[in-house]
């Protein structure tokens, strides 16, 4: 297994906009994967989304690779975000179907558990505290491809990590049915756990 940081179009070798090109994206060998130990891939509800990986090197920044804020301290851990709006990013499905060669970004309003929870139960699916809803607007949501990653927020001028895409209606962006993602804010204690 290896990561890629850096990368915006799947198509170039390096990426330019507006005439700014960026350097070469950068491969990183994986040391170790962390999976959260009571990840079960055969429940439906998906709890427990979530893992760390650890790279064989340091990761340095650059204007293309920038690490994102976690949600550490408690007034953080315990904010509501229900209403907010929050960006998710990826390569996944798009509404032709097709898996997209540019990274594509998606604004969405956080939803409540409460009004999320009962239309996932209509399927079996039970949703607990440690997942998260955004999204139920037509044609505005993440999809396959998109999974494990980010959901995030700006907050007082920094963006951090409120959630991690994990699962969402079998036709994605459809309306009044919201995206499933992992509440990160409810595994802060885990990832300082695993990470060294």
Same mark, same amino acid.
């Given at each position: 297994h290896?990561?890629?940081?850096?990368?915006w &179009? @799947?198509?170039a070798a390096n990426d330019c906009r507006n005439e700014f090109c960026s350097n070469? +994206? #950068?491969?990183?060998?994986?040391?170790?994967?962390?999976v959260h130990r009571n990840y079960d891939p055969k429940d439906q509800s998906n709890a427990n989304d979530i893992a760390l990986i650890r790279f064989t090197r340091r990761v340095h920044y650059s204007q293309t690779i920038r690490p994102i804020c976690l949600p550490l301290t408690a007034?953080?851990?315990?904010? &509501?975000?229900v209403g907010q709006p929050s960006w998710a990013a990826g390569w996944g499905k798009t509404e032709t179907a097709a898996s997209s060669e540019k990274k @594509?970004?998606?604004?969405m309003n956080v939803t409540s558990l409460q009004n999320c929870a009962p239309v996932y139960r209509r399927g079996g699916i039970l949703l607990k505290p440690t997942h998260m809803c955004a999204g139920g607007v037509n044609g505005l949501d993440t999809?396959?491809?998109?999974s494990g990653g980010p959901l995030m927020r700006q907050l007082a001028g920094a963006w951090y990590l409120i959630g991690v895409v994990s699962f969402? +209606?079998?036709?994605?962006?459809?309306?009044g049915v919201p995206g499933v993602y992992t509440n990160v804010a409810e595994y802060v204690d885990? #990832?300082? &756990?695993n990470i060294h």
């Open positions: 290896r990561v890629r940081l850096g990368e &179009d @799947l198509s070469a +994206p #950068i491969d990183l060998d994986v040391e170790e994967i962390v007034s953080l851990r315990s904010r &509501d975000h @594509l970004k998606v604004a999809c396959s491809g998109d969402g +209606p079998q036709k994605c962006g459809t309306a885990w #990832i300082r &756990d």
